[in-house]
């Protein structure tokens, strides 16, 4: 089964393969379009061979078809996968705006606060520093830190730390790391979509393949 999150109000994953199919829809069909105009002018250079080998030989014929044919699958398997990855980058994008809006939603807080649990028990220590990106500091104070810090400490059953780290991450989410900065929890967003590219990846094959 694969890994599916909802993160405050937004099922993460759901949200991004969404996108994904959607910009497939449009992506595939300007590219359908571009396609019968390429498979017209095939049909007439076609006909032009056909008419210039009419009079060789059956086997010559069959040769000229099959290489035909062979360059044909070659050209459509490439278009195949630049439209894959130009659909991939898209719709990443795509969730990277709809993360911008969030920002300012007033479930937002919750989010960072389940982006904050994961990385508390994954790092796995009680000292720790917290750092975010410009769009969460309207949100995130130490005032708040020490709220999130008695609460989890209440859970995990040991005295936990949070402090605020005066600089800032260059994409939203949050990172933790222990005070000397050795280990390290880097629970971004964008860092979250790489655990989601096989899923993505898998929509929009599904989507290119029921073009």
């Known amino acids: 089964m694969e890994e599916k999150e909802s993160l405050g109000s937004i099922d993460f994953l759901n949200v991004i393969v969404s996108d994904a199919e959607e910009t497939a829809k449009r992506i595939l069909k300007d590219a359908e379009q571009a396609a019968e105009t390429k498979r017209n002018s095939a049909r007439e250079e076609m006909a032009k061979w056909e008419a210039f080998f009419a009079e060789k030989t059956e086997q010559e014929k069959q040769r000229i078809e099959k290489n035909s044919q062979n360059n044909i699958e070659m050209e459509r398997r490439k278009i195949e996968l630049s439209l894959r990855e130009q659909i991939i980058s898209e719709s990443i994008q795509a969730a990277m705006e709809k993360v ?19 990385a508390v028990y994954g790092i796995g220590k009680t000292d720790l520093i917290v750092s975010i990106s410009a769009a969460e500091t309207p949100v995130v104070t130490q005032e708040l830190l020490n709220r999130w810090a008695a609460e989890l400490s ?21 990172s933790v790391s222990d005070r000397e900065g050795r280990v390290v ?27």
């Open 185 to 211: 929890y880097d629970n971004r967003f964008e860092t979250r979509l790489i655990r989601y590219q096989s899923a993505i990846r898998k929509a929009v094959s599904q989507a290119v393949a029921g073009s």
């Open 100 to 118: 911008k809006e969030f920002a300012s939603s007033p479930g937002y807080a919750d989010v960072l606060r389940h982006l904050l649990t994961e």
């Open 154 to 174: 209440k859970e995990i059953g040991v005295s936990l730390k949070l402090e605020l780290s005066p600089l800032r991450l260059r994409s939203q989410g949050i």
